[in-house]
């Protein structure tokens, strides 16, 4: 017994000619459309990056020009409202940099730097419960690589509010997630020595001095305890090391203008 063999009548090829042409009329068209899109989509990104760079540079009437653009090219792009929300907040148009802040949120919910950028502008202006909430989960988020960032802002933010115990647990939780993240060593050192708890501020900073680089503001910070101690070996020794390893820095200038002032 021979296989069947499938075949085509006449009818059914002209049939099957007669769709194809608009099949590739659908195809052409969608291909268009896309590349249309990634064309608004590409437009818009460089927009903003234009944008923040003049932002960045205090050139905000140039900063609006590009993410106005950036905006109207995607507006469905929720990093470009989170950077038209700091535009608004350097401008001082609250209610607008809120709303925009927002907007970046709805349309990008699990978006952590949209929610760190967001938690900042919220300490800033006044509201620690809420900046330090939208801290912690962006920490909490897997997509955030740097949730040791997140918790030493946080812990910023707690201080400038005066609540210093819950600020030192921050600057400790993000030492445990990064033990070598000197911003935060810094901030508990210098926490605990506003505080006068000067023991506890000179073993925090050579506990991270004698295992990671050295910083200026680390420094700078232990120098300022052996002075507050009158511990001048120790003094002259962290300033020495100041001068040698950061001799252009900040810090070394204000070491040279410290005098003989403790504080």
Same mark, same amino acid.
């Given at each position: ?10 009818? +059914?090829?002209? /049939? %099957?000619? $007669? ?5 590739? &009329? #659908? ?29 960045? +540079?205090?050139? /905000? %009437?140039? $900063? ?5 653009? &950036? #905006? ?32 970046? /949120? ?18 800033r202006t006044g509201r ?75 073993d925090e900073v050579e ?57």
């Open positions: 017994m021979t296989a069947a063999v499938a075949t085509l009548s006449p009818r +059914r090829c002209l /049939l %099957a000619g $007669a769709l194809a042409a608009p099949v590739l &009329a #659908v195809a052409v068209a969608g291909c268009a459309a896309s590349q249309h899109a990634k064309q608004r989509q590409d437009a818009a990104n460089y927009n903003m990056q234009l944008g923040m760079a003049y932002l960045n +540079r205090g050139e /905000l %009437a140039l $900063a609006k020009d590009k993410l106005d653009r &950036a #905006v109207h090219e995607n507006p469905g792009d929720p990093n470009v409202h989170s950077a038209m929300a700091m535009l608004q907040d350097r401008m001082g148009n609250a209610e607008k940099a809120d709303a925009e802040y927002k907007t970046a /949120l709805r349309l990008g919910p699990r978006e952590p730097d949209i929610l760190n950028n967001y938690a900042v502008y919220l300490c620690t419960d809420d900046g330090v909430k939208a801290f912690e989960e962006a920490a909490h988020n897997p997509l955030y690589r740097t949730p040791e960032v997140a918790y030493s802002n946080a812990g910023v933010c707690l201080r400038a509010a005066k609540r210093d115990t819950q600020a030192a647990m921050s600057f400790q939780q993000a030492l445990q997630i990064k033990p070598n993240f000197a911003e935060a060593a810094y901030q508990l050192g210098e926490l605990d020595f506003e505080r006068g708890e000067l023991s506890e501020a000179r506990r991270y001095l004698g295992a990671f680089d050295a910083t200026p503001d680390l420094l700078l910070l232990r120098v300022r305890i052996a002075r507050k101690q009158g511990d001048r070996l120790a003094e002259e020794r962290f300033a020495n090391r100041l001068r040698r390893d950061f001799p252009g820095s900040a810090q070394a200038r204000v070491l040279a203008s410290l005098g003989r002032d403790p504080g």
